[in-house]
Every structure is written in structure tokens, then in C-alpha cells.
Nanobody, 123 residues
């Protein structure tokens, strides 16, 4: 069993930065590709960013390219999402996910999920 715990969400103003963190435990961290997803009320979760097990591949949603950065630290079993230049449209619940393959993460098929953390951007 793999456990993912997100932290770092909160209320910020438009233009601010925020860093989300996801701590992973239970299995070999490097066995998993990792992703960050977000969900708007009444909508399905959508991929924000993904990274392969060794950070050799990354992928970002068009809406966050150039503003968000996914970073994994295999020594600490953590993956983070640095979010800069936040806009009102970034307000959502953000989830961390782990999957056995990079392709599975980018197609939205996480094997394990965190509980989510709320990010609210105000004007």
C-alpha cells in the first residue's frame, strides 16, 4: 500500500506563489511516476503536471506551462508543485497521484491518490 499526503494548500492572492508538497510512504518511491491533478467543483480531475520516476520526463497542462514546476526528490520520497503567478482559475482542490507508469499518470489513471488540498486564489 502506498500512502500520499499533500500539504501546502491555502488562500493566496492573484499573482502570488504557493508550493504544494506530497509525501509518499509505503513502497519504493522510485517505482512510481508522480502527478499533480486538480478538480473544480462538479468537474472531473484534470492533470496539472507529471514526472517520471527519475524526472527524465515531465508534462504540464497548457494552462500552467511556464508558471508551475513539478519537482520530485527521490531521496526524501516527496514530490512538490511550485505554483507561481497564480490566477483565479487556479482555485481548485489539488491531488497528488502515483502510478506505475508515466503514461498512466498522464492519462489520469493514478494507482494511488492523496486526500487533496484546497488552493484558493482571491482577487
Amino acid at each position: 500500500q502506498v500512502r500520499l499526503v499533500e500539504s501546502g494548500g491555502g488562500l493566496v492572492q492573484a499573482g502570488d506563489s504557493l508550493r504544494l508538497a506530497c509525501a509518499v510512504s509505503g513502497r519504493t518511491f522510485t517505482a512510481y511516476a508522480m502527478g499533480w491533478f486538480r478538480q473544480y467543483p462538479g468537474k472531473e480531475r484534470e492533470l496539472v503536471a507529471a514526472t517520471s520516476w527519475n524526472s527524465g520526463r515531465t508534462l504540464y497542462a497548457d494552462s500552467v506551462k511556464g508558471r508551475f514546476t513539478i519537482v520530485r526528490d527521490n531521496a526524501k520520497n516527496m514530490v512538490s508543485l511550485q505554483m507561481n503567478s497564480l490566477t483565479l482559475e487556479d482555485t481548485a482542490v489539488y491531488y497528488c497521484a502515483a502510478a506505475q507508469t508515466f503514461s498512466r499518470v498522464v492519462t489520469g489513471g493514478g494507482d494511488y491518490w492523496g486526500q487533496g488540498t484546497q488552493v484558493t486564489v482571491s482577487s
